[in-house]
């Protein structure tokens, strides 16, 4: 059925749809740098997103648990072999994708006759030194982009976008209270983005429509309030400052009380 | 793999090879060592070695480091051949990691203490080869217990807690018998130390060994070299700088000022 390459290509295109349809109601995974290394933040229904890799590296996902566990232990796989038969420093987050999981996801998502992987990933690596930071975002389809300072994971493009462009409008080296707060922020606006687009209808589904209402912090606020109470917001810090080879750190309910900003707090409350 | 998070097997199925026994030449000499020595102490255990390697009556190295910490709460120091005991640390470090970062948990204190067996019952030929034998001792905070705990092994593998301290290496008999008695009959027995007491103890017991082991490096106050010393308690590990070494020798071992 699938022979002739037009119709392996309708295959493609419906599979595409049917992968973007799962993401809708999906939780946006937030990653960002701060003065002494990277956090990363999401609102979960109690099933982990954010993960150690190994000791420079953090997986946070977005899609279905089972798809995100299987890629989960492939990274963990490769990059324990690899940095024991040559070195720590070889475990490179751009290695694990472009090697490893990258064309995993890819072959799954051609392969029409088999499920694809229902799946975003982010790879968060701790430099070396400050200010080296990277993120690497890897789609569905095996696509993946390289960044420095911020990456996320959302529903679509757009939301995307307008999450980007809010922890970009941060002031740079923020502490880690600061970023916690700007995560969270971000957080919201992808979450309210992503609510407002699967509310509406059919055709408007595709364009999220983003006006100064959706990023006014007071409203924000307002949503994380609506949202949070019966979930809960996972965070996970790679800290350059910690003791010993590995970096990462999840963050404690207790922790993050403390290091929420007091507005956040309140609206929290 | 993954799902029992065994990074040994893991290794071994991508045809990763530990212990193999190799033949000894007659004339052949492999670089050994050692003393070191755990004991409890008020606050957890502390764990010291000396610095020194050789081969023979060749020193090799006068800044070895046999006192490896393996995680945030475990620490293994090395005696016998450095090549195995090295790459065993290498394991122990990455098996740790792996099942924490797999199983979403830290392996429990004896689960620790069965990877260690395991891998010395793995290299067994080697050991009875005459290439790679190591007598370590392990040390760690259990969670479960609630205390800092010795384990010593001999090259077989066999497990043996060391409930008050343990020594491993060609400097231990000379200080196995002075540990019995500062233990026994010293003001106050070794548990009951203040990290600062025992420090010094740790100083004074290389020193001892290092008088009567020619494989065992002593204290070169001119190279600034000192034993490695660490501490195990609850909080983690901690390593004692070489200036508080320093001040506490000159303090209370040397005796020629």
Known sequence: MYEEPYKWVEAVGNRRQYLDEQFKQGSPVVGLAYDSGIVLLTVSKGTPKLYEIYDRLALAGMGHPADLEKLRFNLLEMAHVEGFNRSPSDVTGSRMVKYGIAPVIKQAFEEVFKAPFIIKILLAELGQKAGKETFLVINYDGTFEEGSHCAVLAANKTVEQEMIKSLRAEPANLSLEQSVGAALRAWALGDRLQRQAAEADGDRERETSVDASSVDVSKLYAHLRETVAEKTIECAVLDRTQAGSSKYRAVTTDELGRFLPKDVQASLS | MGMQGDFFQLLKAQGYQFGAAGSAGHDQEFTTATTILAFKYLDGVLVAGDRRATAGNMVMYDRTDKVLE???????????????????????????????????????????????????????????????????????????????????????????????????????????????????????????????????????????????????????????LYPVIKLITAKGIKTLPEVDLKNRFEASVSRHG
Request: glycine fraction near 8%; charge should be negative; charged fraction near 20%.
């Open chain 2, 70 to 224: 393996i995680d945030r709460h475990s620490v293994m120091a090395i005696a016998g051949v450095p090549a195995t005991a090295y790459e065993m640390v290498r394991i122990l470090e990455h098996s740790f990691k792996y099942y924490r970062r797999t199983q979403l948990q830290e392996l429990s204190f004896e689960g620790k203490l069965r990877a260690v067996s395991k891998l010395l019952k793995e290299n067994v030929a080697a050991a009875l080869a005459g290439t790679g034998a190591v007598a370590p001792i392990f040390a760690g905070y259990d969670f479960e217990q609630e205390s800092a705990k010795i384990y010593f092994y001999d090259i077989l593998g066999a497990e043996f807690e060391g409930v008050e301290y343990a020594v491993s290496g060609s400097g231990s008999p000379t200080i196995r018998g002075i540990l019995h008695y500062v233990n026994t009959w010293g003001d106050k027995p070794l548990s009951a130390m203040t990290e600062e007491e025992s420090t010094v103890q740790a100083l004074r017991l290389l020193t001892s060994a290092a008088e009567f082991d020619s494989a065992t490096g002593g204290i070169n106050r001119e190279a600034n």
